[in-house]
Each structure stands twice: as C-alpha cells, then as structure tokens.
C-alpha cells in the first residue's frame, strides 16, 4: 500500500479484468469508484475491496452518467487522478450475420463509451492541479483485423484511434500533464470469453497466449508508473498484429491456418476446464 492519492474511476469494474484493475489501484493509494453498467456486481466488488472503494452505477453509453461520475469521484477523493475506460462488450460473428442493435452496442459501449470516459476525465483532472492519466483497455483487436470479430475490431480501432489522436490535441495545447495510455491484451481468461469455447467465430481470441487477468492488470500498474501510448500483451503478437494489418494480404492467406490451430487451442481449454469441474 502506498500513501494515499486522489480518487480513481474504473468503468464495467463489477467483474473480469475492471474488477481487478479497480482492487489494484485501490491497493495503490487510491479512492476508487467502481462502476458498472450491473448495480449489483459493481456493489459486491466495491465491498470486497473495502473501504477504498465505493459502488456507482453507469451505462458508459450515456455521456451525462459518466460526468457524474467524475464529479462523484471529486466530491469523494477531492479530485481524479487515474479514470481505466475498460467497459466493454464482445459479440462475436460475420457483420452481415449478426443484428444492427449489435453493432450499435459494440460501439456505443467499447468506443463512444471510451470517449465520453476520457472527455469526462480530461475535463475533470484539467480543473485542479497536478493532470492526471487515463488508461483505455483496448485489444489487440484494435491493431488488426479479426475475422468473427470485424465489429468489435472497428470498436477497438476507434478507441486506439481517438486515444493517440487525443494525445496529440493534448501537447498541441500545451497540456503535458495529462496522460493517456491504451493497453492492447490478447485474449484474456475473463467472463467475456468464458462462453466463447464453442464459438468458431471468436478462434482468433484464443490464437495466442491466453492471458490471465493478472497480466494484464500488471501491465496497468506498469503504465500508471510509466504512461505509454500503446502497450500490447504479449509485446510479440503486437508486433504479429501490426504485420498482419500492414500486409492483409499476407495476412488472410495464413488465417485459415492460423485458425484452424486456434480451434484446437478452444477445444483444448474446453475440455481441460470440463475436466476440471467435473
Ligand atoms: N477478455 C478478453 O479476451 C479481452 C481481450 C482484449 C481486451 N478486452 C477488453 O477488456 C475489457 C474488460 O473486459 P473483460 O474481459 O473483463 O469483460 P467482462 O465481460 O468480464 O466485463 C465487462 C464489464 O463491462 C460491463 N459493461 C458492459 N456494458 C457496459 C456499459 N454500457 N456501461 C458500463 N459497463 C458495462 C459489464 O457489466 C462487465 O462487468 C473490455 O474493454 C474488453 O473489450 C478483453
């Protein structure tokens, strides 16, 4: 445990890797307010963490809600100093299979919703002194494409997108105190992917190295120490997704191999997680 810092927002922290990013900033110094489109689920994380922490719900899709949180968190913890953009949703198929509420739901919640927290929180931290960081949970997804996943893929590419463009804006007005960071994980073992073994379409989420939450949330902590613009788990299939989306073509001639090993890798954790509950 550190000294005590300002207040921190984290956004769909009821469960998965928001929960536990939301535990280990807490167990930074801060204040945190834990969010989440489920009232419920982010009460129960708020008390598992304690009294450094405290429940608010949020739909990251309405833009008034989220600066109300941001004001909740100053009125809490007398300022904001770290706000993880980590809400997000995975609906997995071809774009002209699935329905048009879903791909508005993808992008309201995984990029509008990363807008509406970083401008909140931007506008927030630039009302006191001392600037402040924001982290944007992004995928790797958002630096390739990903058949089974294009909509979700656009989502994340939005967010990278807005992410540094913001960046840009930042030190063009002569704001250096105010830090974004986007983190771009594999697949993570979370509840997003846990109904996902039996699904073809999401093979490319399981492709690589099937991360743990911890990594990722240790990647956080490593960015809240050291900001970086882009941070990809692990570092080599950033490097292979930045291969792919420079050469598509390349790329979409090994993706039925590349697929076809990630419908194995699927049905190996399925069974060794049936064996394991069995
Ligand atoms: N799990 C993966 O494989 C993976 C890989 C790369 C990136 N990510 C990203 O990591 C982040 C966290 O995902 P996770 O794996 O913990 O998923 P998860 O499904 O376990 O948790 C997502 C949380 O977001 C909340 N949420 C959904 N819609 C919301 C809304 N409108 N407003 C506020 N909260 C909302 C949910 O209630 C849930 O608690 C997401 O942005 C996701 O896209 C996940």
Redesign the pocket.
Known sequence: MTAARGGAVV????????KQTADLLARRGHHVLV????AE?AAATAAEIGSQATPMA????DADQVQAAADRIVEIAGGLDVWVN?????ITGEAWTQDPSAHRLMLE??AL?TIHGTVAAITTMRKAAGGGHVVN?????GLTPVPGEAVYAAS?HAAIGFSLSTVADLRLAGIDDIDISCIC????W????YDKLDDPASAL?FSGKLLS?EEVVAAVGKVLDAPREITSLPKWRGAQARVGAASPRVGRALMPLIIKAARRKQRKIKDRIRSETV
Not at 185 to 188: K, L, R, S, Y
């Open positions: 956004t769909g922290a009821g469960r998965g890797l928001g969010t989440d489109l489920d689920l949020l739909d990251v899709r980590n809400a997000g949703v995975l919640v995984n919703g949970i992004a995928s790797l997804a994340k994980p594999d697949g993570i979370t509840p997003m992917l989420s939450p």
